[in-house]
């Protein structure tokens, strides 16, 4: 079992800026992906970023250029920074693990990009 804490989100004005940690306690293994999902409210849950063992990231499209994933190996922690956020950008933002075939979820933490 792996368990995921998310912290950091809260409210932002549209252009700023937030950084989501996740902290992976448990069974953790050498080749475990790690990443970002988010939900709005009506619709379904998205892929916002993953990250490997190795670094390799991955970006929706819709997020490119403004948010930058990275991981603390050594931590087994992973970060979301996001710049030049948007209202759109306002969803639950669920940190995710998958090992081999296992995938494991966060609570889920808020970000709300209103003025």
């Known amino acids: 079992q792996v368990q995921l804490v998310e912290s950091g989100g809260g409210l932002v004005q549209p252009g700023g800026s937030l950084r989501l940690s996740c902290a992976a306690s448990?069974?953790?293994?050498?080749?475990?992906?790690m990443g970002w999902y988010r939900q709005a409210p009506g619709k379904e849950r998205e892929l916002v970023a993953t990250?490997?063992?190795?670094?390799?990231?991955n970006y929706a499209d819709s997020v490119k250029g403004r948010c930058t994933i990275s991981r603390d190996s050594g931590k087994n922690t992973v970060y979301l920074q996001m710049d030049s956020l948007e209202p759109e950008d306002t969803a639950v933002y669920y940190c995710?693990?998958?090992?081999?075939?296992?995938?494991?979820w966060g609570q889920g933490t808020q970000v709300t990009v209103s003025s």
């Open positions: 995710y693990a998958r090992i081999l075939t296992a995938q494991f």
């Open positions: 448990g069974s953790m293994f050498r080749n475990v992906v």
């Open positions: 990250i490997t063992s190795g670094g390799t990231t």
